[in-house]
């Protein structure tokens, strides 16, 4: 079946810009991910979501970041007033119960480069 | 908190030989799962090998296999028969045991693994 999906691939912005960041979970997955790569380094958690429960936003860097999760499907990260320290790639990732597999399995990323 | 380290930030091996990537940890949760994780240059993260930390076995997948020291908190990985498709960077994770839910990943720095006709 399709794997997780992310748009776009490439995101281009100026400093002090607002970015919306969508990610598509595998159909039928119940929690949803996100983290951060910055360049040449290990992934951030930034935020998960899990079913109808109240997200996990411990690794949000600032008030800037948010997202959302619509019920059990697409989730959007939204970055206000960009900096270049956000430049970076971002991944979402998405599992289904711990019953079923524990496994996460990642999009293809969006590059966010903040000039 | 935990934390995840990978000492090496690069290795390199030839074709057909052995390499080791070495990860260690620190958790003081007794029940948690650790995991190997390959990204290629196309940036897309594919899982390798997992390790559940009640299993006293090592996991093995084909030419992957892991060196489980639970009470050294290490956690290395051996690729053998190295091929060129290999190379990527290699992210050690670690993750909580949880009982309805899964949980976030900690990562480390990663490795980054060439191979050499």
């Known amino acids: 079946g399709a794997g997780v999906s992310q748009s776009p691939s490439n995101k281009v912005t100026e400093k002090g810009k607002d970015v919306e960041l969508r990610c598509d979970p595998i159909?039928?997955?119940?929690?949803l991910y996100w983290y951060r790569q910055r360049l040449g380094q290990g992934l951030e958690f930034l935020i998960y979501f899990q079913g109808n429960s109240a997200p996990d936003k411990s690794g949000l860097p600032s008030d800037r970041f948010s997202a959302e999760r619509t019920g059990e499907s697409v989730s959007t990260l939204t970055i206000q007033r960009t900096q270049q320290e956000d430049s970076a790639v971002y991944l979402c990732?998405?599992?289904?119960?711990?019953?079923?597999?524990?496994?996460?399995?990642f999009g293809p990323g969006t590059r966010l480069t903040v000039t | 908190a935990q934390t995840v380290t990978q000492s090496q930030p690069e290795m390199s091996v030839q074709e057909a030989e052995t390499v080791t990537l070495s990860c260690t940890y620190d958790?003081?949760?007794?029940?948690?799962?650790l995991f190997w994780y390959k990204q290629p240059p196309s940036r897309q993260m594919i899982l390798v090998i997992r390790?559940?930390?009640?299993?006293?076995q090592n996991a093995t997948e084909n030419r992957f296999s892991v060196n489980f020291q639970k009470a050294a908190k290490s956690f290395s990985l051996k690729i053998s028969d190295s091929q060129l498709g290999d190379t990527a960077m290699y992210f050690c994770?670690?993750?909580?045991?949880?009982?309805?839910?899964?949980?976030?990943?900690?990562f480390g720095t990663g490795t980054r693994l060439q191979v050499f006709p």
């Open positions: 958790t003081s949760e007794s029940n948690y799962y």
């Open positions: 159909s039928g997955h119940t929690a």
């Open positions: 994770a670690f993750m909580k045991a949880r009982s309805y839910n899964t949980d976030k990943l900690i």
């Open positions: 990732a998405s599992s289904s119960e711990p019953i079923v597999s524990y496994e996460q399995y």
């Open positions: 390790q559940e930390a009640y299993k006293q």
